[in-house]
């Protein structure tokens, strides 16, 4: 089953501008986790985010978590061709971890 | 280390045959996780292991599926009788214990015909 919902499905952009993504869940979560997919290859961590942190930075990526309303964003600021791939927040709770369906980005050239 | 390793890559089986695939962690990870996942769609959680120890298994996960970690090192999963509604990349990840990232394998795609 699975525990985390993206918004939007799909998000097209051209080269330089910013992308967003959200995730939405359900249960309380230790911490929730972005990870990047490229077509047909396995996941890539990106960031991960505590349950008492609000907000978090790593390069052009930055996440905020807001606990009460059980939602995060995927902010990818100057974004390249290269960013092209599936976003998957995922939730951490106890002892598993859950993925959501995942944004489809495409960044245009 | 050179990460996750799975393995085969790619299995084509004809439906109602046993198929298995071999997953080699990190080797200072003692969390194991498995998952399946379907085109468009996100990994789906089937079981995770501590050492070798198998403390959770989805409901989704039928009697067809089993998955081992002797030892607390290499993880097979077996399925059973395929169908072809199994066709999927199943995906293996490895962690440390407790809430961290997981590192993930390059998948084994399974297509059953």
């Known amino acids: 089953s699975q525990q985390g919902e993206e918004d939007p499905q799909a998000l097209s952009i051209q080269e330089g501008e910013n992308a967003t993504m959200n995730c939405s869940y359900k249960t309380s979560i230790n911490n929730l986790q972005w990870y990047r997919q490229n077509s047909g290859r396995g996941l890539v961590h990106l960031i991960l985010?505590?349950?008492?942190?609000r907000e978090k930075h790593s390069g052009r990526l930055r996440v905020t978590l807001d606990t009460s309303k059980k939602s995060s964003s995927l902010l990818i600021t100057a974004s390249r061709a290269a960013d092209t791939a599936s976003y998957f927040c995922a939730t951490y709770n106890n002892n598993d971890m859950r993925f959501g369906a995942g944004t489809r980005l495409t960044v245009k050239p | 280390d050179t990460g996750v390793s799975q393995n085969p890559r790619h299995k084509i089986t004809k439906r109602g045959q046993n198929v298995t695939f071999r997953c080699d962690p990190i080797?200072?990870?003692?969390?194991l996780y498995w998952y399946r996942q379907t085109l468009g769609q996100g990994p789906e959680f089937l079981t995770y292991?501590?050492?070798?120890?198998?403390?959770?298994k989805s409901r989704l996960l039928s009697d067809r599926f089993s998955a081992e970690r002797p030892k607390g090192s290499f993880s097979t999963l077996e399925i059973q009788r395929t169908e072809q509604g199994d066709s999927a990349m199943y995906l293996c990840?490895?962690?440390?214990?407790?809430?961290?990232?997981?590192?993930f394998g390059q998948g084994t795609r399974l297509t059953v015909v």
């Open positions: 985010i505590r349950s008492n942190e």
């Open positions: 292991f501590q050492n070798e120890a198998q403390l959770e």
């Open positions: 990840a490895s962690s440390f214990e407790g809430p961290t990232e997981a590192f």
């Open positions: 080797s200072e990870h003692n969390r």
